[in-house]
């Protein structure tokens, strides 16, 4: 019986990684677009884009985590938010501290360092709404 709960608990943890990692892949695609349409199109700063591109992916992932990847922990919408947000500009000032490093000093073209820094900051982002955000 212990096993089977172990079992069941490691593939609902598997399952909500998968969900979360599906959930982020839309959140690059979205948050890529955004700072490609600032960048080439409206020919914004790349810092001033990568900042507002990644304000609105993180709205975008509040919205479906909240709703598909992770349940509701102990904590009211309002705190769970508040929470959220709070790890997601801690993210997000990483983020662009990453993007400066790699366009300025490992001179990538900022489309490269902000995909890189994205991929970096998943890591982040990931285990502080598990841990501090969602938690049941």
């Known amino acids: 019986m212990i096993s089977f709960i172990e079992k069941s608990e490691r593939q609902e943890k ?11 892949g839309v959140c690059v695609v979205f948050d890529m677009a955004i700072f490609i349409l600032l960048i080439d199109f409206y020919h914004v700063n790349y810092m001033v ?3 507002s591109s990644t304000i609105l992916a ?7 985590s909240k709703v598909w990847v992770f349940k509701s922990g102990k904590y009211s919408s309002k705190v769970e938010f508040i929470a959220f947000m709070f790890f997601s500009i801690a993210g997000l000032l990483i983020n662009q501290g990453l993007v400066w490093l790699f366009v300025e000093k490992v001179m990538l073209e900022p489309k490269s360092g902000k995909f890189l820094a994205i991929l970096l900051v998943a890591v982040f982002n990931f285990v502080t709404k598990k841990v501090f955000v969602f938690k049941g």
């Open 58 to 64: 993180i709205l975008l992932n509040y919205l479906i």
């Open 14 to 24: 598997f399952l909500q990684m998968i969900k979360f990692v599906l959930v982020g």
């Open 49 to 51: 884009a990568n900042f």
